[in-house]
């Protein structure tokens, strides 16, 4: 399997399918988790998903240093990142720059993606909706789609989960060398 990109909207499925990717693994599973409970509906949120995971599962809370946690997973381990949402939102609530989160994002990648056992990442896809408002939701948005690309961009698979559905995305073949598709507007 490899890296395996799990992409989505909130409640989505995206979480449950990872959950169930892992289980099929038939192996140990480290869990890295990235949510800070910073009030009582995100406690119940995390809350939610703890009792939801086998309790055989090892799980490392990895707010901000996501590479020591994925460096840390036992080799024969599969791992779950969940998410990559929460700790890019958590980089920048920490003060790094944009720029150092997408180059900490690569290194993630790489690792991820070189791992012996199957890695499972989950992320959010922010940038369906309108053009927020403000400049800090702008810059969160934008960076959080350039991660997801950097990640998606080492992946074995990533899908689209919608309604607790998978769809697989594909690399488009059709574009020229060096290029991803991507344009100044978007």
């Known amino acids: 399997m490899g890296l395996v990109f799990l992409l989505g909207g909130a409640r989505s499925g995206k ?35 703890r009792s939801e995971r086998p309790s055989t599962w090892r799980t490392i809370e990895a707010p901000l240093d996501l590479l020591v946690a994925l460096t840390s997973a036992g080799p024969e381990d599969c791992v779950v990142v969940d998410c990559l949402t929460l700790w890019v ?46 400049e800090l939701a702008r810059i969160y948005r934008d960076l959080l789609g350039s991660v997801n690309s950097v990640f998606a961009d080492v992946a074995s698979r990533t899908a689209l989960v919608v309604a607790g559905r998978a769809v697989e995305l594909n690399p488009l073949s059709w574009f020229p060398a060096g290029g991803d598709g991507s344009s100044a507007g978007g």
């Not at 979480?15 to 599973?29: F, Y």
Request: charged fraction near 20%.
């Open 89 to 134: 939102s958590n980089l920048l609530d920490a003060g790094r720059a944009p720029a150092d989160v997408l180059a900490a994002s690569a290194e993630c990648a790489r690792q991820a993606a070189g791992r012996r056992r199957d890695t499972i990442v989950v992320s959010n896809e922010v940038g369906l909706g309108i053009v927020p408002a403000n």
């Open 15 to 49: 979480s449950r399918l990872a959950q169930l990717l892992a289980l099929q693994s038939g192996g140990p599973v480290t869990f890295i988790a990235t949510g800070e409970p910073r009030d009582a509906e995100m406690e119940e949120r995390i809350g939610l998903h």
